[in-house]
């Protein structure tokens, strides 16, 4: 038999196929670490913390009756509200016919908690923003100084002061100022990034450890500023009314001027102490993930499930301090 040029390319691949799938990229989740969860709330669905204020002290006058006063007292609540699945399926005749089958099977219930966790992790840092920006241009101020405001660069960029101001807000609620924790958007890094003064590394050593305590997958923090260590977050909320700078600050920005945030959305980032016993969240699982699969006959498919409850709420907002950005910031 004659082989021509023409016949011969009968017996070229013109297209390879790669023997494993490209996956996406996944970011890190680190969110949970901060928070405290509850052991001891075994069923319902609402759990109460009473709380108990400070003693007063008055002047007393010899030989007159003393003064009694009854401690302030209230209660914080919350709720398992968050009720979540998951759940995908292959037919028996993709199990047949599909070459990556049992590539793309095994990966069905580590993306399924992947999902369900990436919705915890956002859950837990919108619900600062969710008390401290309730309502437009709100400080939310605790003991003087304001817990949220707008950064004092132009049009709300954060800066240094900002770090220094949410430390002095900490300090003036009474929060230690021991694991100080800052997570901010990957806008403020670019920022923090090109400031000359943090990048020369004679003025602020770089941390280059891993943390890994508690921490599913480990995560990297950049460099530790006027006592907090900075933290890059994917997940924080976006703002789109209006925020306030800081009077304390001054800067670019008059204190008595809005930021608008409603056409450039901003986005809220956050400083507290990660101390024990005063962590600013609350969570309780009802039920951490559960995977259930099962076959299903009349569609003739496997079928795969993830299903969760859970609860999270801000639980000290004194040891919480927003700093609104521009979504830009920079």
């Known amino acids: 038999m004659t082989t021509t040029t023409g016949s011969s390319e009968l017996l070229i691949r013109s297209e390879l196929w790669s023997t494993e799938l490209k996956e996406v990229l996944q970011d890190q989740l680190f969110g949970m670490q901060f928070v405290d969860t509850l052991v001891d709330f075994p069923d319902g669905n609402t759990f109460t913390v009473p709380s108990v204020g400070e003693a007063q002290v008055d ?5 007159t009756d003393a003064t009694y006063r009854p401690l302030d007292t209230g209660e914080w609540q919350f709720s398992i509200d ?16 599909m070459y990556y089958m049992n590539q793309l099977v095994s990966g069905f219930v580590p993306k399924q908690e992947r999902a369900i966790m990436k919705h915890v992790e956002a859950t837990i840092f919108e619900k600062p923003e969710a008390i401290l920006g309730a309502s437009a241009n709100s400080n939310y101020v605790i003991n003087g100084a304001d817990h949220r ?31 100080m924790v800052a997570v901010v958007s990957p806008e403020v890094e670019v920022t923090l990034n090109t400031l000359s003064n943090l990048t020369n590394v004679s003025n602020n050593p770089r941390w280059e450890g891993i943390v890994d305590s508690n921490i599913a997958t480990g995560m990297k923090f950049l460099y530790n500023i006027y006592g907090f260590d900075v933290y890059i977050s994917n997940y924080l909320p976006d703002v789109t009314d ?8 001054g800067g670019t920005v008059a204190a008595d001027t809005a930021v608008d945030f409603s056409s450039t959305a901003g986005k809220a980032n956050y400083f507290f102490s990660a101390a024990p016993d005063v962590s600013p969240w609350k ?3 009802r039920q951490p993930p559960v995977v259930d699969s099962e076959w299903n006959k009349d569609k003739q498919r496997t079928e795969f499930l993830t299903t969760a ?3 999270v709420k801000l639980y000290r907002p004194e040891n919480m301090v927003s700093c609104v950005v521009s979504g830009s910031n920079f």
């Open 59 to 63: 002047d007393y006058v010899e030989d």
């Open 82 to 97: 968050e009720y979540l699945q998951s759940g995908t399926y292959i037919t028996r005749k993709n199990e047949q016919d």
């Open 242 to 249: 209006s925020a306030l700078p800081t009077s304390a600050l």
């Open 283 to 285: 969570m309780a699982w």
């Open 309 to 311: 409850r859970y609860g």
């Open 149 to 179: 405001f707008a950064g004092s660069g132009t049009g709300g960029v954060m800066g240094l002061s900002d770090f220094a101001y949410a430390k002095y807000a900490l300090k003036k609620a009474n929060v230690p100022d021991t694991n």
